[in-house]
Structures are given as C-alpha cells and as structure tokens.
C-alpha cells in the first residue's frame, strides 16, 4: 500500500482542487488506512449494534467528501479534519435517525455532566445515547459559531485524534496555544451543557 505522506497527500489535494478529478481517487489508497483508524476510533464506542461497521464509514465519508463542493485544500492535516468532520456528522445523522424512531421524531437534549465530558477525551463519547450526542453537536455548533479555532482545536484534538503539534500545524499556532484553546472549549461546552 502507498505510504501517506505529507507532500504526497498535498500534492493529490491540490490536483484535485484543480479539477483533476481523478486525484481524489489517487489519493484514497494512501489516506484508506489512517480513515480507518478514524472510523474505528469513532465506532469503537458506538453501541455494538450500530448499523455502520469500520468500512463503511470510511466509504460513506469519501462519498460525502468527493461528491461534496472541492474545499480550499490546505494539506494532508487539513483533509484529514475533513474526514472527521464528515465521520462525525454521519454519526450524528444516525443517532438523529435512531433517536426520531425510538421517540417519534422528538429530540430530547440532555445535560451532559462532566463524567460524560470525560468520555469525549477517552474516544468513548458516542457510547450514549443519541439525545447525549446530538447535545454534544449542538454545543459544538454553538461553540465554533462564537470560537471557531477553539472550537477547530477541540475537533482536531479529540476527534480526528491530532497531536497538539499536529493541530497546532492546521491551526498556524503553537502547541501552547491549542493547549489554552482547549481548556477554554471544554469549559465553554462544559458551561454551555450544563444549562
């Protein structure tokens, strides 16, 4: 399998935002194993029985990405939050699914306390309920329409599984930066989610 790297993934984006439309494609077999260790960190707290598997996610996500309008590609960090991104909004749209079949249609949003903040940075927020991660989203939307790098942090840290060196290269900051970005959105959603 090719390798991924940096200048190898930016060169394919690039291409790609170009109009070449066949680097996407290109590209996949370099980035297909670092979206599976995405996909399954993000599956792996799911319910046992959630209907997407490892693979599908991953393909739900490149369909997504590649039918979707071309982003201003930066670099192999920058498509790799697109990627989670994608991944987390998939998840969400099911448990939005999941929970309109288990309550007629009706979100209830819940408090989140700070056991389950907790589980966020263990990987292991989407084993609650759907109402927990649709109030989760909701707080994240709130949260990047008023800080959008601290919101950007939080994603790249916890989500897409960056270093804070990596987030902090997206970001164009240091890794001190992303670091008080992060505490300020924990305590933002952790306030927000408590209301």
Request: hydrophobic share 45%; aromatic share 8%.
């Amino acid at each position: 399998m090719p390798s991924d790297t940096s200048d190898d993934i930016t060169i394919y984006l690039r291409r790609w935002r170009d109009g070449d439309l066949g680097a996407f494609d290109a590209m996949l077999p370099r980035v297909y194993e670092r979206l599976r260790a995405l996909a399954h960190a993000r599956l792996r707290a799911e319910h046992p029985d959630h209907t997407l598997d490892t693979s599908a996610l991953v393909h739900e996500a490149y369909l997504r990405m590649a039918s979707g309008m071309t982003p201003d590609w930066q670099d192999r960090g920058h498509f790799f939050a697109v990627a989670s991104t994608a991944m987390r909004r998939i998840l969400i749209d099911h448990a939005k699914e999941r929970l309109a079949q288990k309550r007629g249609g009706a979100a209830v949003h819940v408090a989140l306390d700070s056991v389950a903040w907790s589980q966020v940075g263990s990987g292991d927020a989407a084993s609650a309920e759907p109402e927990m991660l649709i109030a989760l989203d909701d707080a994240l939307s709130r949260l990047a329409g008023l800080y959008p790098r601290q919101a950007k942090a939080l994603e790249l840290r916890y989500f897409a599984g960056f270093t804070l060196d990596e987030a902090a290269r997206v970001l164009e900051t240091s890794a001190p930066t992303v670091m008080r970005d992060l505490r300020f959105a924990e305590a933002w959603l952790a306030r927000d989610l408590g209301r």
